[in-house]
Structure formats: structure tokens, C-alpha cells
DNA sequence: ATTATTTTGCATCACGCGTTGCAAAATCAA
DNA sequence: TTGATTTTGCAACGCGTGATGCAAAATAAT
């Protein structure tokens, strides 16, 4: 029937991801993401539409992807998941990965006013996914005040990255992961 | 011998400092800080050099502002100091203050690799600023493991305030502040 | 008044941006 | 092969950006 796509639409829109990851939304320019998929943006834009729609499409990707990660996690909820997620600051990362730029989201809180409402509210779904897993955890356990506990370790965690995100290293985080683990364990 | 500047100095650099706060570097145009300041770019740039060399003057600005602010709160420097700063978020704004824009150092952590050296000097001196305070606190008052103490009272204000900025109101801040303030009092 | 010096407003510059028009190329059913 | 349909690459567009050239205006010492 028709010309089908010359690219695989995965590996693009990790590359795109990537790229919006590193650098920010608007940073992040047409010209670039040609480079780091290989693609030209007339393809681009042929496939996932404007470049708003595309940051569009890959923050739910983003979301999708550390969604299944922290439903394994919390797949049994208890005081330990969250003791896992404070200590993924002193696992090494593997050198491809991009976890010195810290997190997509919380990278993008500071563009919300110059993006559109679906891009606000999937900022809003992030953080509202972890706060449910970290408040899942904490009733299960039984433990008190767990709704403020919960966004407490929220912001916690955010802080981390934007740490992360400042020092461009990962385990700039450490110092703090370890304070927020022995305060969840003397709940 | 020549011609006086028409524009108070200060308070031109005060609007300059609430529009870079609110909008960041690099969404905050040229033209919009005419608007704020009244003053034609011509007169601003004569004035303070460059946009990138305003936002420099301007951010040397907020944080002798803070700095002078901290001095005080930890004038005498106790458990009861760093208590005061988290108790702020409980605290009504003025309605003319931009505390709602979250923090302009916080934000700017993530327009860093688009700005100059000098720039994320003064984002980190910054958050050195609050550490060295935040643990002169803790030394004082005996608490042990006082340095990575220090180090996460600062990594969940920053958070808190991605928050503030998230929600743009200083109120949602609240519940993770009131559960610092607890942690602090059991340490 | 004259002169030296600085500020100011106007118009404008070159540049990079996101986006699009268009026609050639590529595919596959008929 | 034909024809319908989609993708692709090239060039280009309009726009907003940070920054500047220039001459008039304003000051204060001489």
C-alpha cells in the first residue's frame, strides 16, 4: 500500500528521550534530535507530530518505564522498597546510562509554564505515582502519620535528584538517601 | 561631567531579579525585563552588560539577600534555627511576594549547561551557604552524624521547594516540612 | 556658553528557532 | 506495470531573540 517507515519508532524515541533528558525541552532543538536519532525532522514530525508532541509522547513513555520498574519494587510493600529506592543512589550506574542528569520529571517542573497542561499533568501523575507506592508501603507497615511520611519522602526523593542533577554525579546523593533510610527505619 | 542615570539602580535590579525568578534565564526575554523594569534594554545593558552578566549581578543579589536573612535565624545557631526555616511554609506570604516561584537558586539548577561557569558557581556557593548554617546548627546542639544531617536538611528543602514550584503555592510544602521539623526534634 | 561625557530611544541587525511545501523516492496491492 | 499512498530530504519561511549603531538629549564642570 504505502512507504513504511525507514526507523524503528523505539529506539528513536529512546534516543529523543535521551536528548530531552539531558538538555531540557526547550534546550533541546529540532537540529539535535535529527542528530541523535539519525532521523530528519521532517520524519520526525511526519511521525510523532510537533516537537510539544513529542516531549508528549516520550514523558509518558518515561512515566510507563519507571512505573513497571517501581511496581516490581513495591510489589509487596513494605518499609524495605523504599529502603531500595534510597539506595539506588550508591549502586553504580553503568556508563551508558543517564542517571547524572537526574530525572526527567523533575527536570521539567522548571518548564511548566512555558509547555502545555498535558505535559503539567503528566508532571503532576509522576509524582502522584510515587507518593501512592511510598503510602502503600508505609500503611502496610503499619506506620503513623504515613500521608505526610509519604509526601515527605516524596520531596525527599526530589531534592535528591535535583542534587543529582546539579552535581552531575549520582552519588552526590548518597549523604542524604543514607539520612532519609535511617529516618524510615526509626518509624 | 556627564549625564545621570535616569533609573534607581536597586530597585531596577529587583524587578530584574522577580522576572529571571519567575520565568528563569532563558524564557525571560530581553523585552520582558523592559517591560518590568521600565527601563529600555539600551539603559539596561549600558548599565549591567549583558543579559548573561545581569543575571549574574542579579543572582549575587538574591543570595546576599538569603544570606543576610540566615544570618540572623542562625545569628545563634540551635535546633530551634533550623525548625524556624521549615516553619516559613506555614507561613502566609505576602501577597506581593513570589515565594510561589519556589527558589530562584533551585531553579536554576537545571538551566546550568546553558549558562556560564560563573553561574554554577553561585548555584553551588548557595547551597553551600545553607549547609554550612544547617550544620553550624547541628554542631552546636551536639547532634552526631551532624555533616550528612546537614546535607539531607538541605537536599528536602530543595525539594520542598520543586515542590513549591510544582504546585506554584508555597502551602503544598507543608506536610514534608512539618515531618523535617519532627525528624529534627527526634535526632 | 562651551565642552566633555554619559545616557537614552529608535531602528535595525544577524542568527537560530520550529515548522512547512514540494517533489522525488519507495513500497505494495491490483 | 500501474496506481495509490506514505515517507523522505532539501530548501526555505516567518518569527522572536540578544545585541548594536547612531545621533539626539541631558547633565555638570570649566
Redesign the interface.
Known amino acids: 500500500m504505502a512507504r513504511p517507515r525507514a526507523f524503528d519508532d523505539d529506539k528513536v524515541l529512546d534516543a529523543v528521550m535521551i536528548a530531552f533528558w539531558r538538555?531540557?525541552f526547550?534546550?533541546t532543538t529540532t537540529r539535535m534530535l535529527e542528530e541523535a536519532t539519525g532521523v530528519g525532522i521532517r520524519g520526525l514530525f511526519n511521525a510523532f507530530g510537533s516537537k510539544e508532541q513529542l516531549f508528549e509522547t516520550v514523558l509518558k513513555r518515561y512515566l510507563r518505564n519507571i512505573s513497571a520498574t517501581l511496581e516490581q519494587v513495591f510489589a509487596t510493600p513494605t518499609r524495605g522498597s523504599i529502603d531500595m529506592v534510597f539506595a539506588g543512589f550508591s549502586q553504580p550506574e553503568p556508563p551508558d546510562a543517564i542517571a547524572h542528569a537526574g530525572c526527567l520529571m523533575?527536570?521539567t517542573?522548571?518548564?511548566?509554564?512555558?509547555t502545555n497542561d498535558a505535559i503539567r499533568a503528566q508532571?503532576?501523575a509522576y509524582?502522584a505515582l510515587w507518593k501512592t507506592q511510598f503510602l502503600a508501603a508505609l500503611t502496610a507497615d503499619g506506620i503513623a502519620?504515613a500521608?505526610?511520611?509519604a509526601?515527605?519522602l516524596?520531596?525527599?526523593?526530589?531534592?535528591?535528584l535535583?542534587?543529582v542533577?546539579?552535581a552531575g554525579n549520582k552519588a552526590a546523593?548518597i549523604?542524604?538517601a543514607?539520612?532519609?533510610r535511617d529516618?524510615v527505619k526509626?518509624w
Chains 1, 2 share one sequence.
Open positions: 538538555h531540557g526547550e534546550a523533575v527536570n517542573v522548571n518548564e511548566l509554564e512555558r508532571v503532576n509524582r502519620d500521608d505526610n511520611r509526601e515527605f516524596v520531596g525527599a526523593l526530589w531534592g535528591a535535583n542534587q542533577k546539579l546523593a549523604p542524604l543514607e539520612v532519609v529516618t526509626s
